[in-house]
């Protein structure tokens, strides 16, 4: 089945356009990085992924921006007003991009060409003041529709695994491919020595499945110009739609998030249930003098499939109704009296479950919340996961990494580790070691009183890292019992000692 | 698991609580070993609980995985704040107390009274087992209080050998059922890494020196012996 025909519109560098400022060298930051920056910035040597410090180093007089991504929404709300002249079936992709099917347009208007013409011109009349104009493209299916918008080319129908086979694989991971992983499915396909779009294309499906699970499926199809959805995907048999009847109707946003929100959770646990996860949805609002509006949101995204996801997006089009749709003459008259979710799109949960190890899953969220509460209030790094790591001392055979973060992937503790420190380890670690003092066969920790050592087993010399002239440490570790029964890991530099941890 | 009103420990353990186990809503303080601490927190802990360590730096983290605590469930806030209020120590146990079975706790070197009886109240209430070792001690007397009285280690002599083996003796002691007190011999660990009740007259089953460590190791009992 090859991808329906797909028409794109992609306004470039939109967070800059939404943050008004694509006049000036600007640079949109999220997490401390660029994720947009204006033309004025881009000649200037500004790019996505710089870190701010970066950015400004190029670009002196950089105008920074924090990334709002309801305020992109927002901005984005009368170009899709613009295209819904066209079809009433516009798919919002993300704030930036949408995409609508052009099988009934485009022989209206007489042909994908003409309709491009007409859509591009509906869209730069619809855009502020000096923003860069936007660029439309036609290909089968939305992921080759979305390159060929960036090149702006309409590409003949049954031509679009040509097209896309000259992209690099890493194409996969910026598009709806973007969700479960497969960034790390596109490092691992340039390491396979598969760089290219029309290379992976070419490998039997049955072997993609077999070697890189459903996410490799998705991929192999999206780079054979078919429809990323398997043809499975289809229009619920159940109605799972969900409702929320608003009495008295709300005007401010807040309460109408906040009933989005409870809204999204019940139709992702209802899905849930069903085993399903919804891939497009369709949110509809009716208003207190008897305006209708809806609108339809993509959910392959960065964000995935998540009901967190899904409140977002609907809190985001709830904000573009009530607050900028006034300049489109949508901006409804009375306030929000009844508030839709209907999924248009299901398809079976493949695994978007978080992994939790098999755990009891409410708890397992309850602790992330937990957890959560915590990094808000003491930052991200106060609460950690250990993982094992490879090394010789105590301390070097963990690591810890933030909560919520994917742990590393090197190789852990597999590889053999001459000189490690046998079991069992001590129950104590000190961060930073306790210095300590040997005379004779008497031990005194961080100057306290002397105690006899009565056993003792060492010294065993370790010679680590000497390639490397400020990590080189030569040292002597010993294990010692004292007199009261306490035994300590020593660490003997020259003749400074330092107790490195002590089992207790 | 959430409705069973004990958390398992490990058999050898089960002796030193009068209910057999981690009873839901109890406090229990642990004072002279961190090693103590780490096992009762074990068999929960492989049984699919999830546990957490608040304020313990210092936490030898490849000694608790070797005593049984899945290191996947077993988020650390290594250092909270120092204040009482939000952020603070007392602050985020009660979080934790929350949502987590099992929380392993080293109170601050000052805890009011008035922080540990509602700590104790809301460990009490969530059903969850606090766990306060070390630290600035515990104001409050605690359900089961167990404290290591004496340790002995086995498989390091003089200069041969390595530590192998620990005998402790466990005074558990605390409030109602708890109070009268009981003192138990712990292979803690036991040579073979499990943890075992230990008789008086039982010697180390191996002795030291006769094992390769590894290269070095042996390098360098060479050169000493």
């Not at chain 1, 003409?114 to 439309?136: E, F, I, K, N």
């Not at chain 1, 996410?215 to 929320?244: K, M, Y």
């Not at chain 1, 069992?424 to 006899?452: D, I, K, Y």
């Amino acid at each position: 089945m090859s991808g329906e025909r797909t028409l794109v519109v992609w306004c470039p560098d939109w967070s800059v356009v939404a943050a008004g400022r694509c006049d000036v060298p600007a640079a949109v930051l999220a997490a401390g990085r660029v994720v947009a920056c204006s033309a004025a910035a881009r000649v200037e040597g500004v790019a996505r992924g710089l870190r701010r410090r970066q950015a400004e180093a190029r670009c002196p007089g950089l105008v920074v921006v924090d990334h709002d991504p309801a305020a992109d929404a927002r901005a984005f709300e009368p170009v899709v007003v613009a295209i819904e002249a066209f079809t009433p079936e516009v798919e919002i992709v993300r704030p930036g991009v949408c995409a609508m099917a052009t099988r009934g347009p485009s022989r209206y208007f007489g042909g994908d060409d003409v309709l491009t013409a007409r859509v591009a011109a509906a869209v730069d009349g619809a855009l502020p003041a000096g923003a860069p104009v936007c660029r439309v493209g036609v290909a089968d299916g939305p992921f080759a529709a979305e390159r060929a918008a960036r090149k702006g080319l309409v590409v003949p129908p049954g031509a679009s695994a040509a097209f896309l086979s000259g992209f690099p694989v890493s194409t996969l991971s910026s598009g709806p491919a973007a969700e479960a992983g497969s960034g790390g499915l596109a490092d691992l396909l340039v390491r396979l020595g598969i760089r290219s779009l029309g290379q992976l294309a070419e490998l039997p499906t049955p072997a993609v499945l077999a070697r890189f699970g459903p996410d490799g499926e998705v991929a192999h199809r999206l780079a054979r110009g078919l429809d990323e959805r398997p043809v499975a995907a289809r229009t619920p048999p159940l109605d799972l739609t969900v409702v929320a009847e608003l009495d008295p109707p709300v005007d401010r946003l807040e309460t109408a998030a906040f009933v989005a929100k409870s809204l999204a959770d019940r139709l992702h646990e209802s899905l849930g249930v069903q085993g399903l996860t919804a891939s497009r949805v369709l949110v509809e609002a009716e208003w207190e003098h008897g305006e209708r509006l809806g609108r339809r949101w993509r959910l392959d995204g960065d964000g995935g499939r998540t009901a967190g996801a899904l409140a977002e997006r609907v809190r985001w089009q709830l904000d573009g109704w009530m607050t900028a749709g006034g300049e489109a003459g949508g901006r409804p008259s009375g306030g929000l009296t009844l508030l839709r979710l209907v999924p248009e799109e299901v398809r079976p949960d493949d695994g978007r479950q978080l992994g939790f190890w098999g755990g009891d899953r409410a708890a397992a969220e309850q602790v992330a919340r937990a957890l959560a509460r915590v990094q808000g209030m003491l930052g991200p790094d106060a609460a950690v996961i250990a993982v094992p790591a490879g090394g010789r001392s105590p301390a070097e055979q963990v690591r810890l990494v933030p909560w919520g973060e994917r742990p590393p992937v090197d190789g852990g503790p597999v590889r053999p580790w001459p000189g490690r420190i046998p079991a069992p380890s001590p129950a104590t670690v000190h961060p930073v070691p306790v210095p300590a003092e040997v005379a004779g066969a008497r031990l005194s920790v961080a100057g306290g009183p002397w105690s006899s050592v009565v056993a003792w087993a060492g010294p065993w010399p370790v010679d680590e890292r000497w390639w490397d002239d400020a990590a080189h440490r030569r040292r002597v570790r010993w294990q010692v019992v004292t007199a009261e029964g306490t035994a300590h890991l020593l660490s003997q530099q020259a003749d400074r000692w330092e107790v490195e941890a002590t089992y207790d | 698991m959430a409705g069973e009103r004990l958390l398992p420990v490990l058999p050898a353990l089960e002796a030193l609580f009068p209910a057999g186990g981690l009873r839901r809503g109890s406090v229990v303080s642990v004072a002279g070993s961190t090693s103590l601490a780490l096992s009762l927190l074990a068999a929960a802990s492989a049984q699919g609980s999830w546990c957490a360590g608040v304020g313990l730096p210092s936490l030898g983290l490849a000694a608790a995985a070797e005593l049984g605590v899945v290191l996947e469930r077993f988020p650390l806030v290594a250092s909270p704040g120092r204040a009482s209020g939000a952020g603070g120590w007392g602050w985020v146990v009660a979080a934790l107390v929350d949502a987590f079975d099992v929380v392993l706790a080293r109170p601050p070197a000052y805890v009011k009274a008035a922080d540990a009886r509602r700590l104790t109240a809301r460990t009490r209430e969530r059903g969850a087992v606090l766990v306060v070792t070390g630290g600035g001690g515990w104001p409050e007397p605690a359900e089961v209080q167990l404290t290591v009285a004496s340790s002995m280690w086995e498989g390091v002599g003089q200069g041969h050998g390595r530590l192998r083996g620990r005998r402790v003796e466990v005074v558990a002691g605390g409030r109602g059922a708890a109070a009268r007190e009981r003192r138990m011999s712990l292979w803690l660990p036991h040579p073979d890494g499990a943890i075992a009740p230990c008789t008086n007259d039982e010697t180390a089953p191996c002795t030291d020196g006769e094992e390769v460590v590894d290269e070095r190791g042996t390098h360098a009992r060479r050169v000493v012996s």
